[in-house]
């Protein structure tokens, strides 16, 4: 069973950079997928980027080229950098994590961190 916990949100200013970090413990499939998903109030949970155990990223239209998801095996950390921040990416921002079969699907959740973009 993997638990996920987020850190790194926070409150900054467009077109700044903040860098979300998830920790993972437990065991993982070998086959897995994590990923960074995104709720801003009153609307549905949006997915953000994965990035799958070949190594293989993929990202949402809206934060291709600003966004950089990664994963360190060795600290079994899943990070989310983000550049060039704008308003419109306020929200509180959810680490999943799943395996591949035909298509990556989410099993775990952690609690999620604040991102709040002013203009």
């Known amino acids: 069973q993997v638990q996920l916990v987020e850190s790194g949100g926070g409150s900054v200013q467009a077109g700044g950079s903040l860098r979300l970090s998830c920790a993972a413990s437990?065991?993982?499939?070998?086959?897995?997928?994590m990923a960074w998903f995104r709720q801003a109030p009153g609307k549905e949970r949006d997915w953000v980027a994965t990035?799958?155990?070949?190594?293989?990223?993929t990202y949402t239209d809206s934060v291709k080229g600003r966004f950089t998801i990664s994963k360190d095996n060795g600290k079994n950390t899943l990070y989310l950098q983000m550049n060039s921040l704008k308003p419109e990416d306020t929200a509180m921002y959810y680490c999943a994590a799943g395996r591949s079969v035909f298509r990556c699907v989410y099993n775990t959740w952690g609690q999620g961190t604040q991102v709040t973009v002013s203009s």
């Open positions: 990035v799958k155990y070949d190594g293989t990223t």
């Open positions: 437990g065991s993982f499939y070998s086959n897995y997928c």
